[in-house]
């Protein structure tokens, strides 16, 4: 982590980076429905995480001087049956409107965290 991702207010993440920049690049690590104190948001609810791990996603665009226009690629990794699928890509939806990136969305068995549900990650390229 950087000091910047730091006073953005993301968790502390010891041993794991959020990103890697390489001139117009951005490539980020999958991120998790966890609030700025650390603690899992939205125990049950994969469009609640999922919404979490957008705003997270929003945070390092912002802070690496990148856009969500920027994004490329999206994959959204969500545990369990079709409808944790369904709510968690109605999160993205709505966070995009009509211009969804790329995306792929893959139903798992598990995820790092207990009580994970959703995991996003982006490759980001500014035009």
């Known amino acids: 982590m950087n000091e910047e991702e730091t006073k953005?207010?993301?968790?502390?993440?010891?041993?794991?980076?959020y990103v890697e920049?390489?001139?117009k690049q951005l490539f980020v690590a999958g991120q998790v429905p966890h609030?700025?104190?650390g603690l899992l948001v939205g125990l049950?609810?994969?469009y609640v995480q999922s919404h979490q791990c957008l705003v997270n996603l929003g945070k390092l665009l912002?802070?690496?001087?990148?856009?969500?226009?920027?994004?490329r690629r999206l994959v959204v990794y969500v545990v369990g049956e079709q409808t944790n699928l369904s709510n968690a890509w109605a999160a993205v939806v709505e966070q995009f409107g009509n211009g969804v990136p790329p995306a792929t969305l893959l139903g798992v068995a598990t995820l790092g965290h207990v009580d994970q549900l959703v995991e996003i990650d982006a490759t980001v390229i500014k035009a």
């Open 35 to 37: 609030n700025s104190d």
């Open 8 to 17: 953005a207010g993301l968790a502390q993440t010891p041993g794991y980076r």
């Open 44 to 46: 049950n609810d994969p």
């Open 62 to 71: 912002e802070i690496h001087d990148f856009a969500k226009e920027d994004i």
């Open 21 to 23: 920049k390489m001139g």
